[in-house]
């Protein structure tokens, strides 16, 4: 299984950004897609998570109404669309895939290789 991150850069706060994880050799409408992001010496935190069909969603309370998590099972691709974007938002994304929708790191299997978000103020 490969997951392929891509999306990040340098951007302004207030801004938008949107990242994507294309995957291969997995039945990717089978696996609950994730975001996870990590600041330097801080623990990997979920950001984001869907379910295989799409229908359900978690969302982390700061990121809420503000990052939309989405899928297109056609494409095997996982987006995540990032707007209003604040300093604190600063880290490596990673996207990742599981089996069960859980918030901890340990329960997803297969990981992408990280996407630096870096937003200025």
């Known amino acids: 299984v490969q997951l392929q991150a891509c999306g990040g850069g340098l951007v302004q706060a207030g801004g938008s950004l949107r990242l994507s994880c294309a995957a291969s050799g ?11 992001r990590q600041a330097p010496g801080e623990e990997r ?3 984001a998570a869907i ?6 969603t978690y969302y982390r309370d700061s990121v809420k109404g503000r990052f939309i998590i989405s899928r297109d099972n056609a494409k095997n691709t996982v987006y995540l669309q990032m707007n209003s974007l604040k300093p604190e ?5 990673y996207c990742a895939a599981g089996n069960v929708l859980l918030r901890t790191s340990s329960s997803y299997n297969y990981w992408g290789q990280g996407t630096q978000v870096t ?3």
Request: charged share 10%; proline share 0%; no cysteine.
């Open 45 to 47: 935190d979920l950001v």
């Open 89 to 93: 938002d600063t880290a490596v994304y």
């Open 51 to 56: 379910s295989g069909s799409g229908s359900s």
């Open 119 to 121: 937003v200025s103020s």
């Open 26 to 36: 997995r039945t990717f409408s089978n696996s609950v897609m994730a975001w996870f």
